[in-house]
T-cell receptor
Framework: DAKTTQPTSMDCAEGRAANLPCNHS???????VYWYRQIHSQGPQYIIH???NNETNEMASLIITEDRKSSTLILPHATLRDTAVYYC?????????????FGRGTSLIVHP | DADVTQTPRNRITKTGKRIMLECSQT?????MYWYRQDPGLGLRLIYY???????NKGEISDGYSVSRQAQAKFSLSLESAIPNQTALYFC????????????FGPGTRLTVT
């Protein structure tokens, strides 16, 4: 699975959009981009995933560049409850021996 | 009710004691995982199981063992606890389909004195 690089920390004003970048320059054509978040000491929570097209759900939007070497998770109207560590993971989506791994992620602080 | 439950939620034990952490899930997933998290670090995989008869070591399995008693239950044991096993432990499940996001339990905070 491709390696990802994320900034260690970011901050955002409440009500503004939070844009969290992820670099995955070695991504392969069949690898998906997944995002999870972990709110202080709770279990990580799945947010969204995508392959090529931009994706949106009730939690966030995922923008993947055309060359797929980077992506951005967008929280359109950040709230204080969005303060968390956000993990970007790249992996092949297939049946079989997928072993999910989590790096250190980006610590997002949403301030009033 | 939570999809993935862990017991106990907090535990303090002494060096050398045997301790078991338990995980149950109602997602109906085949795959279950145990991770540990140390302050400021990401999650590290201890053991994982793709079905009841399948047990695999993760990157940090030394000092730990697991038992998959049923599809819904996956327990983690520390045979002889040591202080550097003090950490936050998470159980997770995952479906076996092509898009298998994981669902995590609330965590067990273990302190070994």
């Amino acid at each position: 699975d491709a390696k990802t690089t994320q900034p260690t920390s970011m901050d955002c004003a409440e009500g503004r959009a939070a844009n969290l970048p992820c670099n995955h320059s070695t991504i392969s054509g069949n690898e998906y981009v997944y995002w999870y978040r972990q709110i202080h000491s709770q279990g990580p929570q799945y947010i969204i995933h995508g392959l090529k097209n931009n994706e949106t759900n009730e939690m966030a939007s995922l923008i993947i560049t055309e060359d797929r070497k980077s992506s951005t998770l967008i929280l359109p109207h950040a709230t204080l409850r969005d303060t968390a560590v956000y993990y970007c993971i790249v992996r092949v989506a297939r049946r079989g021996s997928y072993i999910p791994t989590f790096g250190r992620g980006t610590s997002l602080i949403v301030h009033p | 009710d939570a999809d993935v439950t862990q017991t106990p939620r907090n535990r303090i034990t002494k060096t050398g004691k045997r301790i078991m952490l338990e995980c149950s899930q109602t997602k109906g997933h085949d795959r279950m995982y145990w991770y540990r998290q140390d302050p400021g670090l990401g999650l590290r995989l201890i053991y994982y199981s793709f079905d009841v008869k399948d047990i695999n070591k993760g990157e940090i399995s030394d000092g730990y063992s697991v038992s998959r008693q049923a599809q819904a239950k996956f327990s983690l044991s520390l045979e002889s606890a040591i202080p550097n096993q003090t950490a936050l432990y998470f159980c997770a499940t995952g479906g076996g389909g092509p898009i298998h996001e994981q669902y995590f339990g609330p965590g067990t905070r273990l302190t070994v004195t």
